[in-house]
């Protein structure tokens, strides 16, 4: 028996690809918390170096890099965070570290928006970070280059201007977990798969934006990331 869905599902969120005509496909996005020391201390918070530790956003809520959206309902303060994130092109389930670089299709630039908080309401509860993390175009995205056009992770500068002045920079090589840390750890939990991006974290001077504000972030050897807040 033929089974009809009752209603039209959009389709799976897709992110361009440096060079090329084909797309990604996103599946799932997790995020990296606390994966900078000096963003974890601006925050009045310490790095857990026993393991890292995770949050997820719907795929739904990834745009693309150019986009221009209203200020995200439901806050009084929004915050930018720039991040270097992983696209995974293969399956993974608990692979080694020595191997986990095998399973990444490439690199993009990305930004995550939070509704500060909404997020600290929730710290302060011990309740969960949903409502701060998880909403529609919280997550930003440039294009993806591939892992073998981009080279070795290392301490490329990652950073980002807020209406023209720069407010985080920093270089991946402060990140706490690295790549195939970060990879190996996750999929002890996960099965990964083609599609799902991993956000690794930001590094410190988040701040506010508000409605008119330009951000536009950058690593070396990727394609940048913009947005714009309308007014």
């Given at each position: 028996?033929?089974?009809?869905?009752?209603?039209?599902?959009?389709?799976?969120?897709?992110?361009?690809?440096?060079?090329?005509?084909?797309?990604?496909?996103?599946?799932?996005?997790?995020?990296?918390?606390?994966?900078?020391?000096?963003?974890?201390?601006?925050?009045?918070?310490?790095?857990?170096?026993?393991?890292?530790?995770?949050?997820?956003?719907?795929?739904?809520?990834?745009?693309?890099?150019?986009?221009?959206?209203?200020?995200?309902?439901?806050?009084?303060?929004?915050?930018?965070?720039?991040?270097?994130?992983?696209?995974?092109?293969?399956?993974?389930?608990?692979?080694?570290?020595?191997?986990?670089?095998?399973?990444?299709?490439?690199?993009?630039?990305?930004?995550?928006?939070?509704?500060?908080?909404?997020?600290?309401?929730?710290?302060?509860?011990?309740?969960?970070?949903?409502?701060?993390?998880?909403?529609?175009?919280a997550a930003i995205m440039g294009a993806i280059t591939p892992a073998a056009e981009f080279g070795a992770v290392g301490a490329q500068a990652i950073w980002l201007d807020r209406d023209g002045a720069r407010v985080q920079d920093a270089t991946l090589a402060e990140m706490v977990w690295s790549v195939p840390e970060i990879i190996a750890h996750l999929s002890r939990f996960y099965h990964l798969a083609a599609g799902d991006l991993i956000?690794?974290?930001?590094?410190?001077?988040?701040?506010?934006?508000?409605?008119?504000?330009?951000?536009?972030?950058?690593?070396?050897?990727?394609?940048?990331?913009?947005?714009?807040?309308?007014?």
């Amino acid at each position: 028996m033929r089974l009809d869905p009752i209603f039209d599902f959009p389709p799976a969120p897709c992110v361009a690809i440096e060079g090329r005509e084909q797309v990604f496909p996103v599946r799932r996005v997790f995020c990296v918390g606390r994966n900078y020391a000096a963003h974890a201390a601006e925050m009045g918070n310490e790095v857990d170096r026993e393991a890292p530790f995770y949050f997820t956003k719907s795929a739904h809520a990834v745009i693309p890099s150019g986009s221009d959206i209203v200020y995200p309902p439901g806050t009084q303060d929004c915050h930018h965070e720039m991040e270097f994130v992983i696209a995974i092109g293969a399956d993974a389930f608990e692979i080694s570290e020595n191997r986990a670089l095998d399973v990444v299709y490439g690199y993009a630039c990305g930004i995550d928006l939070t509704r500060r908080d909404l997020q600290a309401v929730a710290k302060a509860g011990r309740r969960p970070w949903d409502l701060g993390k998880d909403f529609e175009n919280a997550a930003i995205m440039g294009a993806i280059t591939p892992a073998a056009e981009f080279g070795a992770v290392g301490a490329q500068a990652i950073w980002l201007d807020r209406d023209g002045a720069r407010v985080q920079d920093a270089t991946l090589a402060e990140m706490v977990w690295s790549v195939p840390e970060i990879i190996a750890h996750l999929s002890r939990f996960y099965h990964l798969a083609a599609g799902d991006l991993i956000y690794t974290g930001t590094p410190a001077g988040v701040g506010p934006v508000s409605p008119g504000s330009v951000l536009t972030g950058g690593i070396d050897g990727l394609s940048p990331v913009t947005l714009t807040i309308k007014t």
